[in-house]
C-alpha cells in the first residue's frame, strides 16, 4: 500500500479469516509480540469488514 493512501483498515496489521469444516469462521490477528485467535462471532465479522 502506498503511503499516499494515508490511513486505511489495514493499518492495524495482518490478519486472516478461515473458515472451518464445521462452517465456523475463526480470524488470526498477527502483531510484533504474539498472535491471537479471534473466535466470537462479531470480532470476526469485523476482520471481514476490513
Known amino acids: 500500500?502506498?503511503?499516499?493512501?494515508?490511513?486505511y483498515a489495514g493499518l492495524g496489521?495482518?490478519?486472516?479469516?478461515?473458515e472451518l469444516n464445521d462452517?465456523?469462521?475463526v480470524g488470526r490477528v498477527d502483531s510484533?509480540?504474539?498472535a491471537q485467535i479471534i473466535?466470537?462471532?462479531a470480532?470476526?465479522?469485523t476482520l471481514e469488514r476490513r
Open 13 to 18: 496489521g495482518p490478519f486472516t479469516v478461515a
Open 39 to 41: 473466535d466470537q462471532p
Open 32 to 34: 510484533e509480540a504474539r
Open 43 to 45: 470480532d470476526v465479522a
Open 1 to 7: 500500500m502506498p503511503a499516499s493512501a494515508g490511513v
Open 23 to 25: 462452517g465456523r469462521r
